[in-house]
């Protein structure tokens, strides 16, 4: 998995809903086991980390990654926050 990014939130949005579509979401829960139990379901692929109004960001499998930019985590290391 790697940080790709988006263009604006409705980028993302759009990309999301044709890739939960495309794997069957909403997917049921499963037990330690593999075996599907039901409720609750999981109903996102993955989701958005907002930068700012043209730059978000998610996690995302390369597979499914076709056509989007690679990126870099949009969480800083501990060690380059600057506190004042």
Do not use: C
Not at 33 to 54: A, Q, R
């Amino acid at each position: 998995m790697n940080w790709y990014t988006f263009s604006s939130l409705e980028a993302f949005n759009t990309w999301h809903e044709s890739i939960k579509v495309q794997l069957g979401y909403p997917l049921p829960s499963k037990d330690i086991n593999g075996n599907i139990v039901g409720e609750p379901f999981t109903t996102d692929y993955t989701n958005p980390v907002v930068v700012s109004d043209t730059d978000v960001r998610a996690y995302i499998d390369e597979q499914y990654a076709s056509n989007l930019t690679l990126s870099e985590s949009p969480i800083l290391p501990a060690s380059e926050y600057i506190f004042a």
